[in-house]
């Protein structure tokens, strides 16, 4: 670490009573700048993440950013991040014990070309990485959408906050909706992958939700997810034909989601059972993502 990395790090240094409000903060805090960082770093970075994704120049610096910060929280021992190899290890347990943490620094960082939503996502578990969903005590993500929004999973409930800032500081991190909970009459769907990609079980039940739902789909999970956390519905990144195990990252991405769709109400699945329950063998492995409304997760499950 530079000097001036350390600075950084030592100037996030948040007050928190306990890690995983620690790291929850810093996600918060560093969200203006990463959004306002964004603007000149659109270019390829010349690299590939570990999932042999190109990887943009944002995506790079938030990873290295997250880290800086993440990796000093006391109590914080490993840092992971889905544009890197391996776990960082962030030093001794710490006082209050020792957590890891997750982050997908941008979530659908190819919208950042056309310039549409985009996300952060943090996971914390109370265990080492590779852990299971299981093991999450909190997650949490960042949406870069007209306004800067962050939803928080801990502790059974779901909290909607707008993080307002000052140039690219976090001035307040406000609560707009506490106790989240996916509305029970479902109206938005969003898939991914190419429809002739699809199984055709898959095929057979997003026939049947098109024609029960509205289609809304950008892009970018934590915008798509959002969406279903907003006005109930399913969103799923799917099973491919040439990819059974799909896109999404079950550490980085399936896990986190789940915890917040389940505790919102809602429920996960990777095709039989809750994301959370998926047993993790490696850091960067794959897994289809179905989250939202309980009903609609069964009736994908019963296809299966
Ligand atoms: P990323 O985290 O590398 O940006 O990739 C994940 C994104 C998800 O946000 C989104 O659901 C999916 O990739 C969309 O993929 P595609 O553009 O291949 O349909
Ligand atoms: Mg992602």
Redesign the pocket.
């Known amino acids: 670490m530079t000097d001036g990395d350390r600075a950084d790090a030592d100037d996030f240094a948040v007050a928190a009573d306990d890690p995983v409000s620690a790291a929850v903060e810093v996600v918060a805090r560093s969200a203006p700048e990463i959004r306002a960082g964004l603007a000149g770093r659109r270019r390829k970075a010349d690299e590939q993440?570990p999932?042999g994704?190109t990887q943009l120049a944002a995506d790079v610096w938030a990873d290295e950013l997250l880290e800086r910060r993440l990796a000093a929280v006391d109590g914080i021992h490993q840092f992971a991040s889905?544009e890197r190899e391996g776990v960082v290890d962030c030093g001794g347990e710490g006082a209050s014990g020792g957590y890891a943490v997750t982050v997908?620094p941008?979530?659908?960082?190819?919208n950042l070309k056309p310039n549409n939503t985009m996300g952060t996502i943090l996971g914390v578990y109370d265990a080492a990485l590779p852990a299971k969903g299981a093991q999450l005590v909190a997650a949490a993500y960042v949406l870069y959408g007209p306004i800067t929004t962050m939803v928080v999973a801990r502790d059974g409930e779901v909290t909607e906050y707008v993080l307002e800032s000052e140039g690219d500081e976090l001035a307040e991190r406000r609560a707009v909706r506490e106790d989240v909970t996916l509305p029970d009459d479902p109206v938005v769907y969003g898939f991914?992958?190419r429809v002739p990609n699809w199984t055709d079980r898959f095929a057979d039940y997003a026939g049947e939700i098109a024609d029960e739902l509205k289609l809304r789909y950008g892009?970018?999970?934590?915008g798509?997810v959002n969406q279903v956390l907003t006005y109930g519905g399913v969103f799923a990144?799917p099973e491919l034909e040439s990819r059974p195990e799909g896109?999404?990252r079950l550490q980085f991405?399936g896990y986190p989601i789940g915890y917040v769709v389940e505790t919102a109400g809602g429920a996960s699945s990777d095709g039989s059972g809750s994301l959370l329950h998926v047993e993790p063998d490696d850091l960067h492995q794959r897994t289809p993502v179905y989250v939202g409304n309980e009903a609609l997760v069964d009736r994908l499950e019963a296809r299966f």
């Open positions: 993440n999932s994704e889905e997908d941008l979530d659908g960082s190819s991914g992958g892009g970018a999970m934590i798509d990144y896109k999404l991405e």
